[in-house]
Every structure is written in structure tokens, then in C-alpha cells.
């Protein structure tokens, strides 16, 4: 079955501290991949995307994602998180030839002093 | 820009009645999506409209649930007939014909009491 798993459903690290969310995929084909940002009683916000090329893809916030075809993942990292950057992550992909956004789960994101 | 607009923000209803609820796209913005978000199910895809022409509604419950977009700067989700279980946020999100990025609104929250 198509899916889109984000294993961690929460995460805590320090302020200062790196981050890495995963999230893995299982399609047919490559999909398109994204990385959205949803604040509390916002609406989502989009971090980055990889459509193809250079596997390293930067966003915005200091945020980059590393796209491995070999591992169907999608892993999102930051050197130094701040206390700002907590929040609901979630990893979304579509196909190439449709339209629709499918997410993943989402991970809780805290940043703790 | 003010962004993609829903209304209201909160609606509570009883059990059995009706909830309309509203999404201004983007200006200029061609494809309108629904999703759904709960806490158990995570963000399901609703339903999907391309110059206001239905393309895809395969997320829509079969019963009470319907989505129209009369015109270019607005679309609405009906349900009929609430239940409980239809309580969620529900987001509405746009793009341009080029679909190199859906924004999102902030979300309509129903309850059903």
C-alpha cells in the first residue's frame, strides 16, 4: 500500500541541540516530497520541497532535507533548533503526474530550554 | 495577500443539524482542496477542484458529506445531519495553476455536541 510514515510521533531536544525528523515513503515512483510546519491554530506552512537533483534541499529556517531513494526517506534536519521551532512537522508527498498533497502522521516537535 | 481564507474559525452545532462551512482561495489560484484533521486519523484528503470543476472527491465520506465551488473565489463543505464524529478541523487549501506550492488556510474547527 502507498503510504507515508513519519515513525516518531514526538520529540523533545534541547535548545541549541540538532534535529533530525524521518519519514519514509513507500510509492511506485518517486514521488514529489515536502516538509510542512503547523503552528498551533495555524495552518500549514511549507519548509521545503524536493522535486528532483541535488538530494540536499534547503528551506527555510535553517531547515534542509536529505532525499535517499535507496532508503525511500525524506529526513528533515536542523543544526540548532530554537525554542521557536516547536511545532507539528509533517511530511507530505504527491505525484508527479497528480496533484494531492498525502501526509504522514506528523511529529510533535518541543524545544526545551 | 491575505492568504487563503476559512470561516468561520469555530462552529459548534448539535448533533443532526447542518454545518457550511467556507474557503476563499488565493486570488488567481485554480485548484482548491479539502482535508480533514484529527487527532486519531491525522490530515485526510477530502476532495479536490481544478477551475471550480470537481477532479477528485475519493476522501468524502459517501453519506452527508458535499463539497461545491460555485465560483472561482469561493468553495464550501456541507454536512449534513452531524455526528460527533465529524468534529475535526477541517482545512481548506489552494494553488496556482503550476501547483508549485499549496498554501493553507487556518482551519475551520467543528464541534458536534
Known amino acids: 500500500a502507498q503510504s507515508v510514515t513519519q515513525p516518531d510521533a514526538r520529540v523533545t531536544v534541547s535548545e541549541g541541540a540538532s534535529l533530525q525528523l524521518r519519514c519514509k515513503y513507500s510509492y511506485s515512483a518517486t514521488p514529489y516530497l515536502f516538509w510542512y510546519v503547523q503552528y498551533p491554530r495555524q495552518g500549514l506552512q511549507l519548509l521545503l520541497k524536493y522535486y528532483s537533483g541535488d538530494p540536499v534541499v534547503q528551506g527555510v529556517n535553517g531547515f534542509e532535507a536529505e532525499f535517499s531513494k535507496s532508503n525511500s526517506s525524506f529526513h528533515l534536519r536542523k543544526a540548532s533548533v530554537h525554542w521557536s521551532d516547536s511545532a507539528v512537522y509533517f511530511c507530505?508527498?504527491?505525484?508527479?503526474?497528480?496533484?494531492?498533497?498525502?501526509f504522514g502522521s506528523g511529529t510533535k516537535l518541543t524545544v526545551e530550554p | 495577500n491575505a492568504g487563503v481564507i476559512q470561516t468561520p474559525r469555530h462552529k459548534v452545532t448539535g448533533k443532526g443539524q447542518e454545518a457550511t462551512l467556507w474557503c476563499e482561495p488565493i486570488?488567481?489560484?485554480?485548484?482548491v482542496f479539502w482535508y480533514r484533521q484529527t487527532i486519531v486519523q491525522g490530515l485526510e484528503f477530502l476532495t479536490y477542484?481544478?477551475?471550480?470543476?470537481?477532479?477528485?472527491d475519493s476522501g468524502m465520506p459517501k453519506e452527508r458529506f458535499s463539497a461545491q465551488m460555485p465560483n472561482q473565489s469561493h468553495s464550501t463543505l456541507k454536512i449534513q445531519s452531524t455526528q460527533p464524529q465529524d468534529s475535526a478541523v477541517y482545512l481548506c487549501?489552494?494553488?496556482?495553476?503550476?501547483?508549485?506550492?499549496?498554501?493553507f488556510g487556518k482551519g475551520t474547527r467543528l464541534t458536534v455536541v
Open positions: 507530505a508527498v504527491r505525484m508527479p503526474n497528480y496533484n494531492v498533497l498525502y
Open positions: 487549501a489552494s494553488s496556482s495553476p503550476g501547483f508549485t506550492e499549496v498554501f
Open positions: 486570488s488567481g489560484h485554480s485548484a
Open positions: 477542484f481544478r477551475n471550480q470543476a470537481p477532479i477528485d
